[in-house]
């Protein structure tokens, strides 16, 4: 399955979840969830984020990507590709919605209160990083390049010329 997340950085500080429901239940996260069939990623991470914070973003940079993947006993619970992405207030007030329990918004300090698992720290640490670079460029966070701007290389030859 593949699952998107958003890595919302306001402030200085990241909003985060609390899940509802599995997988996760109870921990605190970034918010997100699994894509639809039919959905590109970019509607599957506003809808997540209008479901689970109430909040409409513009989907910017990809900040990572990963499998989640959980056995129990030897046996295959699930396995997740999950692809993380900036993104920015558009509009609304952060509120738990339908798959979150609550809403928080963390500044890096306060971390490790909230018992982040290693890689969404991982992660929120680079989004962290990739908001200050941004702030620096005095501008909002990029859109991601489609590819008319950024074309693959020229394929190699293998120097048969």
Not at 143 to 154: D, G, H, L, Q, Y
Request: hydrophobic share 40%.
């Amino acid at each position: 399955m593949v699952g998107v997340g958003a890595v919302l950085i306001e402030d200085g500080r990241v909003l985060l979840i609390k899940r509802a429901k599995p997988p996760l239940l109870g921990h605190w996260s970034l918010p997100g969830g699994t894509v639809e069939a039919g959905e590109s990623l970019e509607q599957a991470l506003q809808r997540e984020m209008r479901e689970e914070t109430q909040l409409d973003v513009r989907v910017g940079p990809l900040v990572a990507a990963f499998d989640r993947i959980e056995r129990e006993d030897g046996r295959l619970l699930y396995h997740y590709v999950i692809l993380d992405f900036l993104c920015e207030r558009v509009a609304g007030e952060a509120r738990a919605g339908s798959d979150a329990a609550a809403v928080a918004w963390a500044a890096s300090h306060e971390l490790a209160g909230y018992d982040l698992a290693p890689k969404a720290l991982e992660v929120v640490t680079e989004g962290l990083r990739m908001a200050r670079a941004a702030a620096l460029d005095e501008g909002p966070i990029p859109k991601p390049a489609t590819p008319a701007e950024n074309p693959r290389p020229p394929q190699s030859d293998g120097g048969r010329r």
